[in-house]
């Protein structure tokens, strides 16, 4: 009988010890995971929302409130504050969530996904990309291709070209999809 034991004792201090290294690489995962958007050029917000829906984790410089203490509370505005409660939604019954947001200042792209251990959803994590500069390029670009349709010489070259830049936009074929 004293054997069992060990030997079950033996089972739980692995068990206890790969728990603990998962963690520690975790975390070790996400502080680089967070020293990389510091320094990142485009605005990234990312937060992690429990089963209950209380928010975990909250980093970056961008779209979420700072204050927030639950996923209702994450964004200020109410459009993107309800379609980020269904993109929650989705993730909490095991879809992957994106959608386009937009405020009066600014556009953002976002995706939800739901964390799985052991078969099991855990929570649910997000990160927003702020998109307004390609927003606004995007923009700039379909006012040119706008001016210089059927136009004349370099303009039909402007034209041509302008139309081209909005064919390759990845922005214009999220925007299509949305729409």
Request: charged share 25%; aromatic share 8%; proline share 2%.
């Amino acid at each position: 009988m004293q054997s069992g034991n060990k030997s079950r004792l033996s089972k739980l201090r692995m068990l206890v010890d790969t728990l603990s290294d998962r963690d520690i690489t975790m975390k070790r995962n996400m502080e680089m995971f967070e020293r990389f958007f510091d320094n990142f050029p485009i605005p990234v917000t990312m937060w992690t929302i429990s089963k209950e829906g209380a928010v975990i984790s909250r980093h970056g410089n961008g779209i979420i409130c700072e204050e927030a203490s639950d996923v209702d509370g994450l964004f200020g505005c109410p459009v993107i504050a309800e379609m980020s409660h269904e993109a929650h939604e989705k993730a909490f019954s095991g879809e992957h969530s994106n959608f386009l947001a937009k405020t009066e200042e600014n556009f953002y792209y976002v995706s939800v996904v739901p964390q799985i251990a052991d078969k099991t959803i855990k929570s649910v994590s997000g990160i927003a990309w702020d998109i307004t500069s390609n927003a606004v390029m995007l923009a700039m670009i379909e006012k040119i291709v706008e001016k210089t349709d059927g136009r004349r010489g370099d303009y039909r070259e402007i034209n041509r070209l302008a139309t081209k830049a909005i064919s390759a936009s990845r922005l214009n074929l999220l925007i299509q999809k949305e729409n």
